[in-house]
């Protein structure tokens, strides 16, 4: 049997955390450590900790939830790595078949499995939208331009021998910068139809949540990722994958001033983008202001 370590990072969640707790526990898979990375709660988190048995918890102050990644990953005793959020939660009875593809597939590095986006409303759980897993073809364009859906990937925890662990460089897209460097090492994973985590979409949430400060903090982290793999690296496919990823990140800045009226940010960005690419104001125009603004909107509605 293969063992699974799962890493949480945890602050001040205690609204949501036995939902993903009990998802870990439920799963009829033995082979489990669950790792819960506390960056020392305020509210009732730790009490709820303590109901729960066979989980290893550490509380100390972090430098974010990369941070606490690193600190878990660091700590697991297991051979596949599994990433949930407190506010999540996985699908039942999904870690043998997870162990299994494993087991049958010695040369993968990882998994790239479903994920489903989802809200809490007065009358259940409202979908927003379902990401079937990775195909290979697809990765650079899910990575940069689409949605990796993160958590729902498992990991040999050699991967992070090979690659490394997350930058602090980021704190809301170091998971794409992680994903990147799996790329360029030419580590294999197995991309996996059926769902088996589900994110929760809240105010609080760190990226799936509707707030311009922090979506804007993800369009900035992205054009620096852009950036730093347009400098680094000379495979084609990889650069024009990055060109395009900047070029829309701006794009998703201009329209967050936009619709937020900021005639400084506005022209703030196009300046900038049109330094990195002085085609630019041309791929702002082919996007029409209507459909830049749309972009936004769905962006921030998810």
Not at 101 to 111: H, K, M
Not at 161 to 183: P, Q, V
Not at 188 to 211: A, I, R
Not at 264 to 283: D, E, F, R
Request: include cysteine.
């Amino acid at each position: 049997m293969v063992a699974i370590s799962v890493i949480t990072p945890s602050y001040n969640r205690a609204d949501f955390i036995r939902t993903a707790l009990n998802s870990v526990s439920n799963q009829n898979y033995l082979d489990v450590e669950h790792i819960i990375v506390d960056g020392n709660s305020t509210d009732s988190t730790l009490s709820i900790l303590k109901e729960y048995q066979n989980l290893k918890v550490i509380r100390e102050p972090d430098r974010g939830v990369y941070d606490a990644l690193n600190k878990g990953i660091k700590l697991a005793q297991g051979e596949i790595i599994a990433q949930l959020n407190t506010d999540d939660y996985f699908e039942p009875d999904i870690f043998t078949m997870i162990a299994e593809i494993f087991n049958e597939n010695s040369d993968i590095d990882a998994i790239s499995a479903g994920a489903r986006v989802f809200e809490l409303t007065p009358s259940g759980e409202k979908t927003f939208a379902t990401y079937g897993g990775i195909k290979k073809e697809d990765l650079l364009f899910r990575i940069t331009l689409g949605t990796p859906t993160f958590n729902a990937w498992f990991f040999r925890k050699d991967v992070f021998r090979k690659i490394g662990d997350y930058s602090l460089d980021y704190s809301l897209a170091a998971d794409r910068d992680l994903l990147l460097r799996f790329h360029i090492a030419g580590l294999k994973h197995f991309s996996m139809e059926k769902v088996v985590y589900h994110y929760c979409q809240h105010p609080l949430s760190l990226t799936m949540n509707n707030l311009h400060d922090r979506q804007d903090r993800v369009y900035r982290e992205m054009i620096e990722l852009a950036e730093k793999y347009l400098a680094i690296q000379n495979d084609p496919s990889l650069k024009k994958s990055c060109l395009r990823w900047r070029d829309r990140a701006y794009i998703e800045l201009f329209a967050s001033d936009v619709l937020r009226r900021n005639i400084g940010g506005m022209v703030q960005v196009t300046s900038s983008a049109t330094k990195k690419n002085p085609m630019w104001p041309l791929k702002l125009l082919a996007a029409s202001p209507l459909g830049i603004i749309k972009l936004v909107e769905k962006r921030y509605a998810r």
